[in-house]
């Protein structure tokens, strides 16, 4: 099966700093990975996608990164807000319907 | 376009009673999932439906049955619901294959088994 995880639990960071969410999977098939935010109290939202043909791919205000080579993803926030304190989940998959998430990041975000 | 509903909203049941989890997407999804999320736990996937008239064990089915009623509607249902079961759950649909992965999700249902 996939696994995916995360190395750190929780981030703590300042307001205007820019942030970086780590993610690292096992199943070198996984082609797809998808980053989702939660608030407390809400289901999970989408915030980015990226193929495994890409290494690269920017939205407004994050950016993920996919290194293949050692199989980790990352997702960066740039000026980080308060109102981006949520738990943070990556995913991936492996061409089927189905994703496997890790079990998540908080990012805590002072003023 | 309320996206994904869920119903209810929180639950409080006693060891071994029953009860169905409703969930409808209005987005003509071909593919809908439940899944459980305990504290500082990411999200399982306990059943899956690909598509109408299909539906697949995830990594934790056991202790739930599903049904896929329609395109638009997946219930979830504890036959006789055991303390373990106490968790958040979530339906999510997604297009897939049709357009990627991605999976929108309702607001959840909060269960508490005592």
């Known amino acids: 099966g996939e696994s995916v995880g995360l190395h750190l639990p929780t981030l703590s960071v300042q307001e205007g700093d820019n942030s970086i969410i780590n993610c690292a999977y096992s199943n070198s098939a996984s082609d797809y990975f998808i980053w989702y935010k939660q608030e407390s109290g809400k289901g999970p939202q989408f915030i980015i996608d990226i193929r495994s043909n890409m290494d690269k791919r920017q939205g407004q205000r994050v950016t993920v990164l996919l290194n293949k080579t050692v199989k980790h993803l990352s997702l960066q926030i740039a000026a980080t807000q308060p109102g981006d304190s949520a738990v943070y989940f990556c995913?991936?998959?492996?061409?089927?319907?189905?994703?496997?998430f890790g079990k998540g990041t908080m990012l805590l975000v002072s003023p | 376009n309320a996206g994904v509903t869920q119903t209810p909203k929180f639950q409080v049941l006693k060891t071994g009673q029953s009860m169905t989890l409703q969930c409808a997407q209005d987005m003509n999804h071909n593919s809908m999932y439940w899944y459980r999320q305990d504290p500082g736990m990411g999200l399982r996937l306990i059943y899956y439906s690909a598509s109408e008239g299909t539906t697949d064990k995830g990594e934790v089915p056991n202790g739930y049955n599903v049904s896929r009623l329609n395109k638009r509607e997946f219930s979830l249902r504890l036959e006789s619901a055991a303390p373990s079961q106490t968790s958040v759950y979530f339906c999510?649909?997604?297009?897939?294959?049709?357009?990627?992965?991605?999976?929108?999700f309702g607001p959840g249902t909060r269960l508490t088994v005592t």
């Open positions: 999510a649909s997604s297009d897939f294959p049709r357009i990627t992965h991605e999976q929108y």
């Open positions: 995913a991936g998959s492996s061409g089927y319907s189905t994703l496997t």
